[in-house]
């Protein structure tokens, strides 16, 4: 039987609870780069947090609801992440997570398409400055790229080839070439297409140590060949 190196299945874990994460809407507690993974769980827990006592209401109001059966479904879905979160946060044996910091994120970057319901990235540096690199999946401006990426129509969609340059782009503004650092890079469902295509395709692919695709989507044919 093949067994997995022990290191790359803490790493895997990591690039799971950083996905989950990226569904939380970070920005509705205005997440600031240099933020450590427990000051956003904190922050999260003022909406998320059982004993918040205007929990609830905080995010009908962020999230423009109006208490429906459904939004109630996704809030306690909301919560159930948040201390999947928390509960990592907590763990002493998780000190390396807890204190991960977050930085380089799209929708402070003028020049890639987050306003417009497109690219969300950000990355989390340790101690020793390893960076992982974290697409979310399909944002409300990407379902006409998902058909269009997996059509046949085009080798590579728009939102691919964004993936790709918002990765050379942190690279080049964070001099990561030049350090003797290791960068992982990952994202789940669209968000792992996108690491998938980044690691094919960037200019620095060179520089990624390992992928995770939590869940993605394929190439087309057409991209494949």
Same mark, same amino acid.
């Given at each position: 039987?093949?067994?997995i190196?022990?290191?790359?299945k /803490?790493?895997?874990?990591?690039?799971?609870?950083?996905?989950?994460?990226?569904?939380?809407?970070?920005?509705?507690?205005k997440?600031?780069?240099?933020?450590?993974?427990?000051?956003?769980? &904190?922050?999260?827990?003022?909406?998320?947090?059982?004993?918040?006592?205007?929990?609830y209401q905080?995010y009908?109001?962020?999230?423009?609801?109006?208490?429906?059966?459904?939004?109630?479904?996704?809030?306690?879905?909301?919560?159930r992440?948040?201390q999947?979160?928390?509960?990592?946060?907590? &763990?002493?044996?998780?000190?390396?997570?807890?204190? /991960?910091?977050?930085? &380089?994120?799209?929708?402070?970057m003028?020049?890639?398409?987050y306003?417009?319901?497109g690219?969300n990235?950000?990355?989390?540096?340790d101690k020793e400055?390893?960076?992982?690199v974290?697409?979310r999946?399909?944002?409300?401006?990407?379902?006409?790229?998902?058909?269009?990426? /997996?059509?046949?129509?085009?080798?590579?969609?728009?939102q691919?080839k964004?993936?790709?340059?918002?990765?050379?782009?942190?690279?080049?503004? +964070? +001099?990561y070439?030049?350090?003797d650092?290791?960068i992982?890079?990952?994202?789940?469902?669209?968000g792992?297409?996108k690491?998938q295509?980044?690691?094919? +395709?960037?200019?620095?692919r060179?520089?990624i140590?390992?992928?995770?695709?939590?869940d993605?989507?394929?190439?087309?044919?057409?991209?494949?060949?």
């Open positions: 039987m093949n067994s190196d022990e290191n790359i /803490l790493q895997a874990g990591e690039a799971a609870l950083l996905n989950v994460l990226m569904y939380l809407n970070i920005e509705d507690v997440v600031e780069d240099e933020w450590s993974m427990r000051r956003i769980v &904190n922050k999260l827990g003022t909406i998320y947090d059982p004993e918040s006592p205007n929990g905080e009908l109001n962020k999230r423009n609801k109006k208490g429906t059966k459904k939004d109630k479904e996704d809030y306690e879905d909301r919560q992440q948040y999947i979160l928390k509960n990592a946060c907590d &763990n002493k044996k998780n000190e390396h997570f807890a204190n /991960l910091r977050i930085g &380089n994120q799209s929708r402070f003028d020049d890639f398409s306003d417009r319901g690219l990235a950000c990355t989390f540096t400055g390893n960076v992982h974290v697409y999946g399909t944002g409300p401006g990407e379902w006409i790229d998902n058909g269009i990426a /997996l059509s046949g129509l085009v080798i590579e969609s728009e691919q964004e993936a790709a340059r918002y990765f050379d782009h942190i690279v080049e503004k +964070n +001099n070439d030049k350090k650092i290791e992982l890079i990952s994202g789940h469902s669209k792992g297409n690491a295509y980044a690691t094919i +395709n960037s200019k620095h060179e520089l140590d390992k992928c995770f695709n939590f993605g989507q394929g190439m087309s044919p057409e991209a494949i060949e």
